[in-house]
């Protein structure tokens, strides 16, 4: 059985046990008929934030991105400077990648990665403050690229073409046989699958190869949106996602909430429910939606906090 296909019925399985919070389906629905599906754009990084080069070279790119794609949040700011602009968290770590591809395109290559030590990566994101999390980065990248040499010839493609260019089967495949990727969790003695990193590797891999015109993906409209701290914030703005007074409150006073912990499972699987009805009711694939939820997230007048996980899976 897929793992992407499990997602959305283990969170169901959640939602309808939560002890933390609820899911306002009336409100959910409300707000789909204010967003306007014509309006949403196709996914894609800013150009400066993407890399030419060969299909492969693109799909290491991807690989290498996502597999350090995770907690952003910080109470020292960290930001870089790069291509004329200021980038900041995800933005910036893609900055930095770039940057350091354009000045060595080692840094395409598993071997690189699977070399790579503390001293490399924190040139790699020197900017104003410091990447979170950086040594535990380190550890990430040497593990996905000892993984993707010895069962991919260190060319991420090969797992592409294993998964006949399938975007379920690539999430499938990344969470099999990485570590880091295999994102799911345990609720009231279910297993309970979220995938976020494996999912929007797919997504990212797409709309990578779209932008250079070097194909597509098959399967996307089976991903869900991508469980992160970003879209429950949104969904709490637009009051779509209710949590409980003592979940509200710790939230407020900036105390982390423990990855596994069953308030923290609760809100991811909240999460892809709610994606999942406002991409329904849209009609629009889930992936989709999911980067016109994220940008929103990050409007003026969302002001709730959102939650804080120390996590390597979002």
Known sequence: MSEVADILES?????AHAAHLTVDSDAVHRRAG?????????PEHPAELRIRGTRPEQANFVLLADCLNFCFWSDQPWEINFAGQTWRRTFAML????????ADRSWLSAERWAA??????????????????LERRVEVLRETGAVLLQRYAGDFANLVEQASTDAVAIADLL???????????????????????????????ASQWAAEQQGT???????????????????????LLLLSDP?????????????????????????????????????????????????????AEVVVPHHRTRTIYY
Request: with cysteine.
């Open 11 to 15: 969170c169901r399985r959640v939602v």
């Open 34 to 42: 204010l967003i306007d599906p014509g309006a949403i754009p196709s």
């Open 95 to 102: 900055a930095g990648l770039v940057r350091a591809i354009q």
């Open 116 to 133: 790579a030590d503390v001293s490399e990566l924190e040139a790699v994101f020197s900017g104003v403050g410091r990447i979170p999390l």
């Open 175 to 205: 969470a099999r046989d990485f570590p880091s990727f295999r994102d799911a969790a345990e609720y009231a003695g279910h297993p309970v699958a979220f995938l976020k990193r494996a999912q929007i590797c797919a997504a990212d891999l």
């Open 217 to 239: 993906l098959e399967g996307l409209d089976r991903l869900t949106v991508f469980a992160d701290y970003r879209l429950p914030q949104l969904f709490r703005h637009w009051k």
């Open 247 to 299: 979940l509200a409150e710790r939230i407020a006073a900036l105390e982390e909430i423990a990855a596994g912990s069953p308030e923290e499972i609760e809100v991811r699987a909240a999460t892809i429910c709610i994606g999942d009805e406002l991409a329904s009711a849209l009609d629009i694939p889930a992936w989709r939606l999911d980067y016109y939820l994220w940008v929103r997230s990050h409007d």
